[in-house]
């Protein structure tokens, strides 16, 4: 379905969560610049909030986690996360109006219910709510009864599985063992609990995974019901993250197999009804995304595509991203001294990177190819990144009309690499980034 380029994919991309992008933080953004962005938040926000334990840690994973296997320590984060609750509320005053809250991690249901149902109450005390919409990451291998009562009862309505591949064989080698009957539960104790958008998490380009493998882990999602389907390649940097030394690297499947396992997961989602989302996302007609998609109002920010449209995220916990039009502020990383930082009444903004009208016109146009599939990008722009541009439009991949440059069906798994021709802090670095497919 799509013509492969392998010189074009050659070089690792950003995933484009944000722009400038996460490589590019430093210290010289903190604690003032936070306070001066809260200052200026108006409208629709988002809250992001981290929790950074998992039951069980895998190999793969990149995120920021420890286990959850000392209680002193899970309460020791938690007293620190509701004191940035509660400064971060108090600084952010009634300016605003926070539509959406969304829990990540890790994963939040490493905590128990009651510890959820406190954040939820700090929350509700401390920050301008307006009847937000609830969203939370689950392990699907150590959901409960009681936590799903607890979901019911606070209204969340969206949730997220970690379900990465059906494959026995697969999650030995990731180091996630978890039945198909431990998914399956799962997911009818969120439909029970009153989850309307379910996501499941899958990944290709696994160790020894094959298109049989794939197949049949696409096809239990559906079976499933899955709303949502993210469908990511997996990313083997074990120089970053030293847990995936324990991955078997010899077994990784090469560039040519990983692009045929992409444009067979899209082909497959999209005759079972989905609508694609990018070309690794796909959402059921129905799903708000999928309803973001056709109205081109689909947007991307540090969780991916979303339909969320507000310009102000505020992340809370230890790593957490704040995202506003001038500025990205990202939180103290250590979970140690993110409590030491908050026990002084501080704010824990300790990384991020100011944002100009450049950097803001940019940020625009890589996200409009990235959501919408085409940009308008000026003449004098465009007419300085032509030849860059040139491989793209050469092959059929991209097209340009007038100030518009537009990424062609057959140019979907190009698009990061398109996008990434305007982000003028990029370095070609196997270390930096992730590969484009």
């Given at each position: 379905m799509w013509p492969y380029h392998p010189d074009l994919l050659?070089?690792?991309?950003?995933?484009?969560?944000?722009?400038?992008?996460?490589?590019?933080?430093?210290?010289?953004?903190?604690?003032?610049?936070?306070?001066?962005?809260l200052a200026q938040v108006s409208g629709a926000v988002s809250?992001?909030?981290?929790?950074?334990?998992?039951?069980?840690?895998c190999w793969y994973c990149g995120c920021n986690t420890a286990a959850a296997n000392k209680r002193s320590r899970l309460e020791a984060y938690l007293d620190a996360l509701h004191h940035d609750i509660a400064l971060t509320g108090a600084k952010l005053g009634k300016r605003g109006e926070i539509r959406r809250i969304a829990f990540g991690g890790g994963s939040p249901n490493a905590l128990q219910p009651t510890d959820f149902v406190r954040l939820a109450d700090a929350l509700t005390v401390h920050m301008p709510l307006e009847s937000p919409e609830w969203s939370v990451e689950i392990d699907p291998r150590h959901l409960t009864s009681a936590w799903v009562s607890v979901l019911a009862v606070i209204g969340v309505t969206k949730a997220s599985l970690g379900v990465q591949t059906f494959s026995p064989r697969l999650q030995q080698a990731i180091g996630r063992v978890q039945p198909d009957e431990e998914i399956e539960r799962a997911t009818a104790l969120l439909r029970r609990g009153g989850i309307?958008?379910?996501n499941f998490d899958l990944m290709y380009g696994l160790p020894g995974q094959t298109m049989e493998d794939l197949e049949a882990t696409l096809a239990r999602?559906?079976?499933?019901?899955?709303?949502?389907?993210?469908?990511?390649?997996?990313?083997?940097?074990?120089?970053?993250?030293?847990?995936?030394?324990?991955?078997?690297?010899?077994?990784?499947?090469?560039?040519?197999?990983?692009?045929?396992?992409?444009?067979?997961?899209?082909?497959?989602?999209?005759?079972?009804?989905?609508?694609?989302?990018?070309?690794?996302h796909f959402a059921r007609p129905g799903d708000p995304m999928a309803e973001a998609v056709r109205n081109g109002t689909?947007?991307?920010?540090?969780?991916?595509?979303?339909?969320?449209?507000?310009?102000?995220?505020?992340?809370?916990?230890?790593?957490?991203?704040?995202?506003?039009?001038?500025?990205?502020?990202?939180?103290?990383?250590?979970?140690?001294?993110?409590?030491?930082?908050?026990?002084?009444?501080?704010?824990?903004?300790?990384?991020?990177?100011?944002?100009?009208?450049?950097?803001?016109?940019?940020?625009?146009?890589?996200?409009?190819?990235?959501?919408?599939?085409?940009?308008?990008?000026?003449?004098e722009l465009l007419a300085d990144l032509?030849?860059?541009?040139?491989?793209?439009?050469?092959?059929?991949?991209?097209?340009?009309?007038?100030?518009?440059?537009?990424?062609?069906?057959?140019?979907?798994?190009?698009?990061?690499?398109?996008?990434?021709?305007?982000?003028?802090?990029?370095?070609d670095s196997l270390r930096r980034f992730s590969s484009a497919v």
């Open positions: 050659a070089t690792p991309v950003p995933r484009y969560t944000s722009y400038p992008t996460a490589a590019e933080f430093d210290g010289s953004v903190g604690e003032k610049d936070q306070l001066a962005a809250l992001y909030l981290h929790i950074p334990f998992c039951e069980q840690i309307t958008s379910l999602t559906v079976e499933l019901g899955a709303d949502r389907v993210a469908l990511f390649g997996y990313a083997h940097v074990p120089h970053m993250i030293p847990r995936q030394k324990r991955i078997d690297a010899s077994a990784l499947p090469g560039q040519d197999e990983r692009f045929a396992m992409a444009a067979f997961g899209h082909e497959f989602f999209t005759r079972a009804g989905y609508v694609p989302v990018g070309f690794d689909l947007r991307r920010n540090f969780q991916g595509f979303t339909e969320d449209r507000a310009d102000f995220l505020v992340g809370l916990g230890a790593t957490a991203i704040s995202c506003f039009p001038d500025v990205i502020v990202q939180n103290e990383k250590n979970a140690g001294t993110y409590r030491s930082i908050l026990s002084e009444d501080r704010l824990p903004g300790a990384l991020g990177v100011r944002r100009d009208a450049q950097d803001q016109a940019r940020a625009a146009i890589i996200e409009a190819l990235l959501c919408q599939g085409r940009a308008k990008v000026g003449g032509r030849e860059g541009l040139r491989p793209f439009i050469e092959r059929g991949l991209a097209a340009i009309d007038g100030e518009w440059l537009s990424i062609t069906p057959a140019g979907l798994p190009y698009a990061r690499t398109i996008a990434a021709r305007f982000d003028v802090y990029r370095q």
